[in-house]
């Protein structure tokens, strides 16, 4: 703008101090203009403004403040018209003394001395979980009911509004992993996984449905459903049941890939499923062909083994090595044919071999030395039977043989004492409480009894158990 000529036309000298001085100046009185106002129905008089409103684009961030040293950034200035801001173009610098704020954020400002600040202290320090629930459609669900869980403890729980939304205050319980999960009467529900930083706020998006968008499914062990099989789709996680069945699960519109693992025994499996319409329900894993459910594979060094028939004993895969602990020590048992084998020798000194024949006591002749012996399951008509064979050398003669061990379930199997073939010499008893996955690796306990010459070595108790 034109600058009036100084009188008489003689020259100002501008000195570096008075450039300093129009600066402060110039300063102040923009201070002021920003900072005051008019008063209504007293236009003489002023008082200070409240502040201003600015915002903090996405992707930009205001710096944290840190002792005397107070945090940056950069805002636009808005205009307030009822509840409605506008941005008037003009950005300005902001100081900050709390802690870092990213955008996108709508932030009140302040005039402090002579520049714009900022403090969201307390806002920003507050750790919060916000969930929206919607249908299938994408319709806001109200009056659902919002679980908050850390582990297997319940941290809160909520009702969303009108328009779905809720917010919880997990600042007590702080950073970490929570599962949050969604239900309502007559609906079918969803959960997520979160991993929450504080402080902050974080979103998760959940969905109900009463027909279309529902996800079912069923997993297969060795030869029935397979439970505490671990499902996670859409960020959310689910658990098969006794029945290896999963619950019913709500979904969006969209293609999810999920995940099914129960390690160690099983290898992990994968798939997707896409909802396309939320009209219909969705076919999960294992739940055409009759529904008898996806057969999970077991994983290296495990398998679905100690059969009857075609079907495994234990409905969880088992490790394909085992240990036979006994009397006369302990010896690895490897799956041989479908059943467990394993072979070891003891040594003794005038120990009796069984060589007799149908009705001729066992332990007729002599042996000194090392003796071989081995351990096998094996098929005994439509059930297994545990033996314990011995001799110099393979091939084994089958010493103590059991009678029916025909599931996982405790209970007892009886021994008989076996020569060459023919039984003779009384009979050896045990009682045995064998146990299978989950409740914990395969074991199997028992005790031989009685009967005279070998079968005295191996009198005592026994176990077979994972490796």
């Known amino acids: 703008m034109p600058i009036d ?32 106002v008019n008063r209504a129905d007293r236009s003489r008089h002023i008082e200070i403004k409240p502040g201003a409103w600015g915002k903090l684009a996405d992707g930009d961030t205001i710096t944290e403040g840190a002792g005397l040293v107070l945090g940056t950034g950069t805002v636009a200035l808005c205009t307030l018209e009822g509840s409605t801001l506008t941005e008037t173009g003009d950005t300005v610098p902001v100081y900050n003394s709390g802690v870092a704020i990213d955008g996108p954020k709508v932030l009140p400002l302040e005039w402090t001395e002579t520049d714009w600040s900022v403090c969201v202290c307390e806002e920003e320090a507050v750790c919060k979980i916000c969930v929206t629930v919607t249908s299938c459609q994408g319709v806001a669900q109200a009056g659902a009911t919002i679980t908050i869980k850390q582990g297997a403890t319940t941290v809160a729980t909520g009702t969303t509004g009108g328009t779905g939304f809720f917010c919880f205050d997990v600042s007590a319980t702080g950073t970490g992993n929570y599962n949050v999960s969604v239900a309502k009467a007559g609906m079918v529900g969803s959960n997520k996984d979160v991993a929450v930083a504080c402080p902050g706020v974080t979103n998760v998006a959940l969905t109900l449905s009463t027909a279309g968008g529902i996800l079912g499914g069923k997993f297969k062990g060795c030869n029935t459903g397979l ?72 994983a290296d060094g495990y398998d679905c083994l100690i059969k009857v028939g075609s079907t495994s004993v234990c409905n969880e895969a088992l490790k394909t090595t085992l240990v036979w602990t006994g009397p006369v020590g302990t010896c690895l048992v490897y799956y041989a044919g479908g059943f467990p084998t394993g072979c070891s020798t003891f040594t003794g000194a005038n120990l ?116």
Not at 232 to 259: E, K, M, Q
């Open 227 to 298: 439970p505490g099989v671990v499902f996670t789709i859409n960020g959310g996680t689910y658990v098969s049941d006794a029945s290896g069945n999963l619950p019913s699960i709500a979904l969006p519109n969209g293609t999810f890939p999920w995940t099914a693992k129960k390690p160690p025994r099983w290898h992990d499996m994968t798939g997707t499923v896409t909802v396309a319409s939320c009209a219909a329900p969705i076919g999960g894993p294992g739940t055409g062909a009759g529904g008898a459910g996806a057969p999970m594979i077991p």
């Open 352 to 467: 009796s071999v069984a060589n007799g024949g149908p009705g001729v006591p066992c332990g007729t002749a002599t042996q000194v030395g090392p003796i071989a012996y081995s351990i096998q399951w094996q098929p005994n008509a439509n059930s297994l039977a545990l033996g314990v064979a011995v001799n110099s050398a393979p091939p084994f003669t089958t010493m103590f043989t059991s009678s029916a061990m025909t599931s996982c379930t405790p209970g007892s199997i009886i021994f008989t004492q076996r020569c060459s073939g023919a039984f003779g010499g009384g009979v050896a008893s045990s009682s045995s409480t064998p146990t299978c996955p989950p409740a914990g690796a395969f074991e199997t306990h028992g005790t031989f009894a009685g009967g005279v010459g070998i079968y005295a070595v191996f009198n005592g108790a026994w176990t077979l158990t994972e490796s």
């Open 5 to 36: 000529p100084p009188v008489d036309n003689t020259p100002i000298l501008l000195e570096p101090a008075t450039f300093a001085r129009h600066e402060d100046a110039a300063k102040y009185v923009e201070g002021q203009y920003k900072t005051r």
